[in-house]
């Protein structure tokens, strides 16, 4: 088919034309059979270049653009728009890269211009065989699932509720509110965090358009933008939701009362097998952990369960079962949160051998007035305030052995931790801080260091090789980079800040989902600059320490941020995607379904023939195009959009003549 | 465009500070350039304590090139190898390795060297063993030898002459 | 019968008898069978701060010698393990520098292939001879003596290249002592060094690292001091009182071989374990004949 294509030259300033000689190319480009104009401009990205390309598209009746520049990463979206302006299907366009794969890799000038010219052939080529495509629209189901109840999560649900979505918050733990709720005060306000937390879970737990699912794990999850399936399972409780009225008899009698190991004391406290993780829960409810009551492990609890002997609501049942459920919403948000790294690994800082060495977050507990010692800060051999503590920074962080990546909140936690102690122990308490550096530097971050400055607290530059546990108290070498001096601390209880990491199911969890995660294992965003809450999967998206560790505001931000990108979706009635979807020629399909094994979203079906046999069929809105079906399609009967085998065959052929 | 040592007035040797890094790469160890002083490495140091080493100290010479000033003083040859520095750098950085490679230097740039090592490395020449077999006394102060002990013959190189050329070539060869 | 060749180095042969004298009269017992072969050379560790490449030379061109005889390596010394380990990761991994190592080597008609696995003491009993066996063999257990183990330095770091055991909490020859019926305690200084290297130029210095670690050993009320390497055990044993007067303070620890300890375990004769030639208060020790 004769085309009409025109060819525009983008010199990129310097970029291009420093090594690509762009007017050779556009004498070049007039040679190729069925170009019948070149432009160049200085950048074609601006106003003047696409006044340009529409101009000439209507002067010489184009049916076919190549644009001669950057990574289609750049600027693909926009140079389709100008097109469509100029009339044409966005689709009839053809980026050449002579940017990233030309000027910017060669020195030679002669060389990148000859590689630019091939370049540019094997883009016409392709441009001759481009259709006109259109954008599947999807029909888009109102409402979001929200996973992971912290305090992004809660953020992130809030928005989308006031925004009048429907929204369905599923938490893993019988509560919401995550880390923040394990805090006592935040940095640099110190705030008292379960005051600053419980009216937001108050919201949550009120507010007509969120269904709070506590205690349920989201199981696997179906479809694709506007149209996610997502099934969730509610675990067991043993209590009837309705019915309990958190009175917390129950746990008081469980005949293993205080005998459990506390997950939300981090272990520092014990609670019983029925039980409720802290006095402000939301929802109110107990629940009884299977793994440790007696009555479900055993099958039998003494002469008869005490928790049921106790409850006046009769809420007890141990008969409930778990409960699958299916959600229908057109987005979701991830908010899983972190964990922190156990420095029983960094074994040289004496974790595993002494119970006076604990890390930040249980210390965290010790200080908050609800935790396991009401808040008197102990030495856990004693159970007396200790003389003496000592703060080690950066344990697990920034090294290339254990977490390559820094924690971000470690500097200004312990800080706040410090000054927490202050206040409470008096000024006599000796309080050491080991550290590699101090990184305070938020809004008021600065002021809050400063403080502590002045507030009689022993600075030390330099990390710890080893923690050595004594007889009576535990000893550090230091040496202290600011003296020049080797220092030896004698001290009751030492505090390690450590690394933070992605939990432990983040892999198993980021596969069932279809999003990737970066090195760090933390889930990875689409651009770390420009989309920091989506994801690669257009209608997942992700907020707070999930996609890497982050302090409250930060991840309140982010929420938000995360909510309005839901919203991009969720608040039209049709979303438009990409056309390059794969597509079946039915006339050369045996119905060998390789492609239905091949393909991670399930979209391609068989479908029975009026002539008996049988052939494969796309549907196209749960197509991603990834072309994984193309590949293992031993007919060449799938074909995917814009990438056909004879287009991509014309662009080899072009750059090897 | 220039950088001057006012301290100790002492030169940059970029071609020196080059060569250690060549040849902490050819043994497959880490580039002292990502240490960030964080002094974790002397902290835990054997040899600090008693004989004042500062593995932190060698690198942050390395990184400016202030080779030289290492190569002269006998603070190089405290270290006792005991690889605590390179076992927990947060960097992978080896201050034992760098300081081989000092020694290294100092030996081959034919300046004298400390302690036992010429009569080690002599040993070896001569017989293949750092030392010949020794006499030792008993709790009972009787003296015994080797062959007294009902032990088989030592093992030792079979033809000296040849093993000696060989070392002799290799004591020439550059990293 | 599991075959090994036997790699001795140069201070255990010439020096270390009882080291050499409890491990050939231990292994044969628990199933290991010792090759001796001829022609073998120091490994070079010692002279590093040399000449690194004489080094890895020479410990390559014992690896090649041993290699020869088709079997897996046994080196007793921790100082040699290192050396030859050490020499392992690197031309194991690189190419160019094993051809240009062999080319040395060709000279005595050598070639260093990496056919062999290296083992120690410590792992080569732990995990070749492994415990269950040790625990058969065990005759007269050791009445939960308390030990005080010392792994040294080049036994377990650096961790990169793989040793034997773990460089932050080894606990193999814990393991093993268990099984003899002692008592192995952990104390905060255990993984200090015993400066054995730096006899090399500051003996004195050396001596101080010996006793300081010897003193707090002693303080902690243990009964025994095991080590698995002859350049320790000859700080530890041999220059113990040298080591006392250092630090200016009276030490009488009993230091034994990790193989000496398991020969009296096993009901061997002290004599043949090499005993008598301990310098330090062994006599303390009472378990086992005579």
Redesign the interface.
């Known amino acids: 088919m004769a085309k009409k294509i025109g060819v525009f030259i983008c010199y990129c300033g310097e970029n291009i034309a420093s090594k690509v000689d762009v007017k050779e190319l556009a004498t070049y480009a007039e040679t190729l059979d069925d170009v019948v104009v070149s432009q160049t401009y200085k950048y074609m990205c601006s106003e003047g270049g696409a006044t340009l390309i529409k101009e000439t598209i209507k002067k010489h009746q184009l049916d076919g653009v190549v644009i001669a520049s950057c990574s289609p990463r750049m600027h693909e979206q926009t140079f389709r728009g100008v097109v469509q302006e100029g009339g044409l299907n966005p689709f009839t366009l053809e980026i050449a890269n002579i940017r990233e794969h030309c000027s910017w890799i060669h020195d030679d000038k002669k060389v990148a211009t000859e590689k630019a010219k091939k370049i540019v052939a094997g883009a016409v080529a392709k441009a001759r065989l481009l259709e006109s495509l259109e954008t599947p629209k999807i029909q888009v189901k109102p409402g979001a699932v929200v996973i992971g109840g912290g305090i992004a999560g809660i953020q992130a649900s809030l928005d989308l509720a006031e925004a009048g979505q429907q929204v369905y918050l599923v938490e893993k733990s019988p509560t919401i509110g995550g880390r923040m709720a394990q805090l006592d005060k935040t940095f640099p306000t110190l705030d008292c965090s379960g005051c600053i937390l419980t009216p937001k879970m108050k919201d949550v737990a009120n507010h007509p358009n969120i269904k709070l699912l506590t205690y349920a794990e989201v199981t696997g999850i179906e479809g694709t933008v506007g149209n996610y399936t997502v099934k969730v399972k509610k675990k067991a409780r043993y209590v009837d939701f309705e019915t309990c009225k958190g009175c917390g008899d129950c746990a008081v009698a469980c005949r293993l009362h205080d005998r459990i190991t506390s997950e939300f004391d981090m272990g520092m406290g014990k609670r019983s097998a029925i039980y409720l993780p802290f006095p402000q829960a939301v929802p109110p409810k107990y629940t009884i952990d299977k793994d440790t009551c007696l009555m479900l492990t055993r099958g039998k609890c003494g002469t008869g369960p005490l928790c049921v002997e106790a409850c006046p609501e009769n809420a007890i049942d141990f008969k409930q079962q778990d409960e699958e459920i299916s959600l229908e919403v057109g987005a979701l948000i991830v908010a899983t949160g972190y964990d922190v790294l156990d420095p029983t690994q960094l074994y040289e800082y004496g974790y595993a051998e002494s119970q006076d060495v604990i890390t930040s977050m249980e210390m965290e507990r010790l200080i908050n007035s609800s935790g396991p010692t009401d808040g008197k800060i102990v030495q856990p051999s004693t159970g007396e305030n200790p003389k003496s503590v000592t703060y080690i920074l950066c344990v697990g962080s920034r090294d290339q052995t254990e977490c390559s990546w820094c924690c971000r909140i470690g500097c200004m936690s312990a800080l706040k931790q410090i000054y927490l102690i202050k206040e409470k122990l008096g000024d006599d308490i000796e309080i050491n801080i080991c550290y590699t550096d101090i990184r305070s530097f938020g809004k008021g971050y600065e002021e809050f260091y400063r403080n502590i400055r002045g507030m009689n607290v022993n600075f030390f530059r330099g990390r710890p090789s080893e923690v050595r546990p004594g007889e009576k108290q535990l000893t550090i070498d230091i040496y202290d980079t600011t003296t020049s001096k080797l220092f030896e601390i004698s001290t009751d209880l030492v505090v390690l800040v450590p690394a933070l990491v992605p939990r432990d199911d983040a892999d198993a969890f980021a596969k069932m989902l279809r999003i990737s995660q970066s090195a760090d294992r933390f889930l990875l965003e689409a651009h770390p600059k420009l989309r920091p809450m989506d994801t690669f999967t257009t209608g997942i998206f992700i907020a707070g320490s999930c996609q890497g560790p982050k302090d409250i505001q930060d991840s309140v931000s982010h929420a938000s941020g995360a909510a309005a990108r839901a919203l991009n979706i969720l608040s039209k009635k049709e979303y438009e995607t990409e056309p390059f979807i794969s597509v079946v020629e039915e006339d050369l399909c045996s119905g060998c379904s390789t492609c239905i094994a091949a393909c991670p979203y399930d979209a391609i079906s068989l479908v029975e023939q009026k002539e008996g046999n049988a052939v494969a069929r796309v549907d196209e809105t749960l197509c991603m195009g990834c072309g994984a079906c193309v590949v293992v399609c031993p007919s060449g009967a799938m074909q995917q959009k814009g990438f056909k085998d004879k287009q991509l065959r014309a662009i080899i052929n072009a750059c090897v003549e | 465009m220039s950088i001057v040592d006012l301290t100790s007035m002492g030169e940059q040797q970029k071609d020196l500070k080059k060569e250690i890094h060549e040849r902490l790469e050819k043994l497959k160890d880490e580039s002292a350039e990502y240490c960030y002083q964080c002094a974790k490495c002397t902290s835990g140091c054997e040899a600090h304590k008693l004989l004042e080493l500062e593995p932190h100290e060698i690198i942050a010479l390395l990184k400016r090139g202030l080779i030289d000033e290492m190569i002269n003083s006998d603070i190089i040859w405290t270290c006792m190898s005991c690889f605590k520095c390179r076992e927990r750098c947060p960097q992978k950085v080896a201050p034992v390795e760098v300081l081989f490679a000092l020694k290294n230097m100092v030996v081959a740039s034919g300046k004298q060297i400390p302690g036992n090592y010429t009569a080690w490395l002599q040993s070896v020449l001569t017989i293949g063993l750092l030392q010949d077999v020794k006499e030792v006394t008993t709790k009972d102060n009787k003296t015994v030898k080797r062959a007294d002990l009902g032990l088989p013959e030592l093992s030792k190189p079979v033809d000296p002459s040849k093993f000696q050329m060989m070392l002799s070539k290799i004591a020439v060869e550059k990293v | 019968m599991t075959k090994v060749v036997f790699y ?1 180095g ?2 255990m ?3 270390q ?1 009882a080291y ?2 409890s491990i ?1 009269e231990v292994m044969p017992k628990v199933g290991i069978e010792l090759v ?7 490994c ?1 560790t ?9 080094t890895l ?2 410990s390559a ?1 014992n690896l090649a010698l041993a290699e020869q005889e088709g079997h897996d390596i046994f080196a007793p010394c921790s100082i040699c393990h290192l050396g030859l380990s050490e020499a392992k ?2 031309l194991d ?2 190419r160019s ?1 094993k051809e240009r190592i062999n080319t ?2 060709a ?2 008609n050598l070639e260093y292939k990496g056919t062999s696995k290296l083992y120690h003491t410590v792992d080569l009993l732990h995990d070749v001879v492994t415990v269950d066996a040790i625990i058969k063999a065990v005759k007269t257990p050791l009445k939960d003596m308390k030990i005080a183990t010392h792994y040294g ?2 036994l377990i ?4 290249i793989g040793r034997p055991d ?4 080894p606990q193999k020859m814990e393991t093993i002592l268990k099984a003899l019926g002692g008592q192995p305690v ?1 104390y ?2 255990k ?3 015993c ?8 003996p004195e ?2 001596l ?2 010996t006793g300081q670690k010897l003193q707090r050993v002693q303080e902690q009320g243990f009964d025994v001091f095991v080590d698995a390497c002859p350049w320790c055990h000859r700080q530890f044993d ?1 220059k113990q009182q040298q080591a006392a007067k250092t630090v200016g303070g009276e030490i009488a620890m009993p230091v034994l071989y990790l193989t000496q300890l398991l020969g009296i375990a096993m009901g061997i004769k002290k004599e043949k374990l ?1 005993v ?4 330090s208060p062994v ?1 303390k020790i009472q378990v086992g004949g005579t």
């Open positions: 001795p140069c201070v042969p010439t020096e008898y050499e004298m050939r001796d072969v001829k022609g073998f050379s120091c070079g010692p002279l590093k701060s040399v000449n690194q490449m004489v030379t020479l061109r990761h690197v991994d690189d520098m040395f080597l000279d005595e330095c080049h770091r650096p961790s990169e773990d460089a932050e909490n952990y905060p200084e993984l200090d060094c400066g054995g290297l730096l006899t090399a130029n500051l210095s050396a101080t690292k041999a090499g008598q030639l301990n310098q006599e």
